[in-house]
C-alpha cells in the first residue's frame, strides 16, 4: 500500500521513455519527431519529480502507519488493565 504510488510512477516513467525511444525510431518528419520528443521529456520530467517526492513521504507513511499501530495497542492495553 505504502509502495504503490511509487511502483505506478515508476512504469509510467518506463512507459514514457519507450515512447521517447520509439519516436526516435520513427521515420516521421524530424520536426514533428523533435515535438513530441520534447513533449514526452517534459513529461517525463514531471514524473521524475513525483517519483523524488513519493520517495521523500514513505517514511513519512511509515512513522503515521506505526503511530497509529502503537496508539492502537496502547488504547487496547489501557482497556484490557481497567
Not at 3 to 12: A, C, F, G, S
Not at 33 to 47: K, T
Not at 65 to 81: D, E, K, R
Request: charged share 25%; aromatic share 10%.
Amino acid at each position: 500500500m505504502i509502495y504503490r504510488k511509487l511502483k505506478k510512477l515508476e512504469e509510467q516513467k518506463r512507459d514514457i521513455q519507450s515512447l521517447i525511444i520509439a519516436a526516435y525510431q520513427s521515420s516521421a518528419d524530424s520536426e514533428i519527431i523533435m515535438f513530441r520528443i520534447n513533449d514526452l521529456q517534459w513529461d517525463l520530467g514531471i514524473v521524475e519529480k513525483s517519483i523524488e517526492e513519493e520517495r521523500i513521504m514513505i517514511p513519512l507513511k511509515w512513522g503515521l502507519a506505526t503511530f497509529i499501530v502503537f496508539s492502537i495497542g496502547i488504547i487496547i492495553y489501557g482497556l484490557i488493565l481497567s
